[in-house]
């Protein structure tokens, strides 16, 4: 059998996955914004397409979780299902945009000090100083990361929000195909689907500035979905799921395709699928992951891993005007080593405490209102 399984209502390992990955976009972010550059760790995308399997893992586990409560022949369920996600992902989303439309302007200011010290193409404008009624429009309704122009026209690194979303409306469906054609198999036509969406687009001169779109994702999405799938699996399967992971995570969209990203993306699926299927390698080996999976289901990893969303949505807003202090003050008397300690020293600490603040505030009380509309909505037993 494998580490786990889908009866069990907490897999330690992912508290640490989703607070590492959070923490992974910051310091690559700051990296990048201060000009120094570390191997992995100068590659935020990654860790964003961590963030994207771990979802689609959290859902198909929640999923198969849910199913004797929460049939999914019911459509009952899938509102039960959205409504939960919505109030997960939106109130929190909605501040941060309302403060970030506020800051635009400093923002902007400071993305230009960085860029032009850098040496780097200036950020578009319309990212930071667009406060229109479209733009606002666009961003409370989700709608978009399903517009090129639309889907990178904030401060906030929210291109991957929109995703998600569409990922949350998508997925009732996608698990009604997957379950009809086969788990594996359904995966396969949808990963087909996907593809040739894209190639589509392509023809078309559709093109994203980030992968904001579902279908430059959904391999990513259904690399973690079917690492869930084989969490109760035999051994032959559960290698079976974690192989056809490993295929569909190459597959040439959404993201940097060079063969180092090509390695580093496998590396995350063997790791993540390590993690989850201790029990499989057997003797040390086993007992070390298993050791590493619980340390990563500890409390300081459980903290991290709830403020994780929080942490990603402030960073950009405090990471660039102190990079842009830092860079304006000091310019080129010190090092880019000692401008990222400088930087990444004040901002990790203003993130978190800022993380924290919203989770008990916004966060917490996002998902109790949530349960509540749930229960609301389910029938009550009649009493004798």
């Known amino acids: 059998m494998a580490g786990y399984t889908l009866r069990e209502t907490r897999i330690d390992c992912l508290d640490g996955l989703r607070g590492l990955a959070s923490l992974w976009v910051m310091v690559g972010h700051a990296l990048l914004l201060t000009g120094w550059r570390l191997p992995v760790l100068s590659e935020p995308d990654l860790g964003v397409d961590l963030f994207i399997m771990l979802s689609g893992f959290l859902m198909v586990f929640h999923y198969e979780l849910r199913a004797a409560k929460e049939p999914w022949e019911l459509t009952s369920t899938w509102a039960s299902f959205w409504i939960r996600r919505f109030l997960r992902i939106a ?44 733009n606002g429009l666009m961003h409370l309704s989700f709608l978009f990361g399903l517009s090129p122009d639309y889907a990178y026209r904030t401060p906030l690194p929210d291109w991957s929000i929109g995703l998600e979303m569409q990922f949350y409306a998508a997925f009732p469906f996608v698990m009604l195909l997957l379950k009809r054609c086969g788990w594996l198999r359904g995966a396969l036509v949808t990963a087909a689907i996907a593809v040739a969406i ?12 980030m992968p904001a779109f579902l279908p430059l994702k959904m391999h990513v999405f259904l690399c973690g979905m079917l690492l869930a799938l084989g969490l109760d699996a035999e051994k032959s399967k559960a290698f079976l799921y974690g192989g ?8 040439p969209i959404g993201g940097d395709m060079t063969t180092i990203k090509m390695l580093m993306r496998v590396t995350l699926v063997g790791v993540f699928f390590a993690l989850l299927h201790h029990r499989l390698a057997g003797g040390a080996l086993g007992e070390r992951l298993r050791a590493v999976s619980s ?67 916004i966060e917490r009380p996002g998902q109790k209102l949530a349960k509540r509309l749930i229960n609301r909505r389910r029938p009550q037993p009649v009493r004798a």
Not at 244 to 251: D, G, K, N, Q
């Open 198 to 209: 894209v190639s589509t687009a392509g023809l078309l001169g559709v093109h994203f500035p």
């Open 244 to 251: 056809a992971a490993l295929a569909l995570v190459l597959l």
């Open 91 to 134: 109130p929190l989303y909605y501040l941060l945009l309302a403060v970030a439309f506020a800051l635009g302007p400093w923002l902007f200011e400071s993305r230009m000090i960085i860029d032009g010290f850098l040496d780097k193409a200036p950020q578009s404008p319309a990212r930071y100083l667009d406060n229109g009624l479209t």
């Open 295 to 361: 340390s990563l289901g500890n409390r300081f990893f459980h903290w991290l891993g709830e403020l994780s969303f929080g942490a990603y949505l402030w960073h950009l807003i405090f990471l660039q005007p102190i990079a842009a202090y830092f860079i304006g003050t000091f310019g080129e008397t010190i090092s880019p080593a000692a401008r990222f300690a400088a930087v990444t020293l004040i901002l990790v600490p203003l993130v978190y405490a800022a993380a924290c603040a919203t989770f008990l505030a």
